[in-house]
């Protein structure tokens, strides 16, 4: 009789807390009255001075500047943020994995390294970048939660993890993700429920739940998450942080556990892996970190591209753009299912006015864009791409361990019967002829859109 989920996900916890220093744990848990832990890594006296230089007062690209110069060591970079990210563990539940001896470790290692050679690894060298749960890293798990998939650690490793750390960054740690990866809130059974570190009653959002709430508490400052339908944008909005959901085909997604079986994703939506980050150039960094990998020799999914050739199509963007041709763009108020709350609908508001009283030379248009009877095909189009195989490997994973669904998807998913190779192949002929009309949209009869601004949710961040 194979053990229960209950047993196994009480070792796992265990296991967890057992990778925790004695000496950062926190003498006592904050005020139930408080829900903004925010500034508990600071008030707490376990970070020394220095250490809360170091985790507040740098993004990823000043530390691996510092670090690569010889004004910062690794190892007390890497220090500092494993501590600031057991404190926010204990208040938020955001960790997975916990890997701090052998992330200081390789710190040590890359610091002999600069001072033996006198040059970095990588442009990451000796930075600390946390993962999403469904990386895989050679000698931990990757359960995403779920309790079948505990104490089977990975042999092998993801191809961005591979590229992470050629390029000289430090794992540290993994992150927490809602059961199934279809959630919008970030609870599973072997794991729990992360909060928001902003507000503890509500949620940092999901599928990469976890990232957003380390790294709004600058337990990480630059962290990588995965996105399918908002799983990087959703915490980006629930944290306030900077997340990018690439284009599917910029950066690796292979050798990733997402619950799936291998292939199930062509039949589906690819999903992308993106950065979560405290600045926008951080993401910049990581972005072009990877293109400079050429990762397409190694994920045969990976659209070969230079970032040079890549960051010409963002130039449209930049502020030193010509006025010959204004920038155009589009404002979208509603998918045509839902109509956004009264604060959304005013922030959309702010946001065009700022964008033209900004632009001092005129040369930003802003105008507004109805795309719902686009988007309104689009939710029950994701759903039935979302569900080819009816649920059945998921429900097989959980059946092992009699695992049950995590409440709030009891109500949302049900096993059905997989589609039949006719049904997939219509629903992605009604893809391609969505994305079609899209194409049309974007050239908007001979004046395109340079970028739309859409609301991430309807509504504020939720309990």
Not at 301 to 326: A, F, H, M, N, Y
Not at 334 to 353: K, R
Request: charged share 20%.
């Amino acid at each position: 009789m194979s053990e229960s989920w209950r047993s196994i996900a009480a070792r796992k916890k265990e296991e967890q807390a057992s990778r925790i220093p004695k000496k950062w744990l926190l003498a006592r848990e904050p005020s139930p009255n408080l829900n903004n832990v925010l500034s508990v890594s600071r008030s707490c006296c376990l970070l020394s001075e220095r250490e809360l230089a170091i985790t507040e007062n740098y993004d990823a690209t000043a530390l691996a500047e510092e670090i690569a110069k010889g004004r910062l060591k690794s190892v007390d970079v890497v220090t500092a943020f494993c501590k600031r990210a057991a404190i926010a563990h204990q208040l938020t539940n955001c960790l997975t994995e916990i890997m701090f001896d052998d992330a200081l470790s390789r710190a040590k290692k890359l610091d002999e390294h600069l001072r033996r050679t006198g040059k970095p690894i990588g442009p990451l060298h000796g930075v600390p970048i946390s993962l999403k749960d469904t990386f895989r890293v050679p000698g931990y798990d990757a359960s995403i939660g779920i309790a079948s998939l505990c104490f089977e650690p990975a042999t092998t490793a993801s191809t961005l993890v591979d590229i992470l750390l050629a390029a000289g960054a430090v794992l540290y740690v993994k992150t927490n993700v809602p059961q199934t990866l279809m959630a919008l809130d970030s609870h599973n059974n072997v794991f729990g429920r992360t909060l928001n570190p902003r507000n503890l009653l509500l949620t940092p959002g999901g599928s990469s739940g976890g990232e957003g709430a380390l790294i709004a508490m600058r337990g990480s400052i630059l962290g990588v998450g995965t996105d399918v339908g908002g799983s990087i944008r959703i915490p980006a909005m629930c944290n306030g942080l900077y997340g990018i959901k690439p284009s599917a085909g910029r950066v690796p997604y292979a050798g990733q556990e997402n619950g799936t079986l291998p292939g199930a994703s062509a039949l589906g939506i690819p999903a992308s892996a993106g950065p979560l980050a405290t600045s926008l150039r951080d993401c910049e960094l990581f972005l072009k970190t990877v293109s400079a990998a050429q990762p397409w020799k190694f994920d045969p999914l990976v659209l070969p591209g230079s970032w040079e050739t890549q960051d010409q199509s963002l130039d449209i963007l930049s502020c030193g753009r010509t006025s010959e041709k204004k920038m155009r763009v589009g404002i979208v108020r509603t998918d045509g299912l839902i109509t956004p709350l009264p604060p959304i609908s005013a922030l959309l508001d702010e946001v065009a006015q700022t964008l033209r009283s900004s632009s001092p030379s005129k040369n930003i248009e802003v105008v507004d864009v109805d795309i719902s009877p686009l988007f309104s095909q689009c939710q029950s189009l994701a759903n039935a791409l979302f569900g080819i195989d009816g649920g059945a490997y998921i429900f097989s994973l959980l059946a092992q361990t009699s695992e049950p669904l995590s409440p709030w998807l009891q109500s949302r998913l049900k096993e059905k019967s997989p589609k039949t190779l006719d049904q997939v192949r219509a629903l992605h002929a009604k893809k391609n002829a969505l994305e079609t009309a899209f194409l049309k949209v974007w050239r908007n009869e001979g004046k395109e859109i340079d970028a739309f601004i859409c609301p991430v949710a309807p509504h504020p961040v939720p309990p």
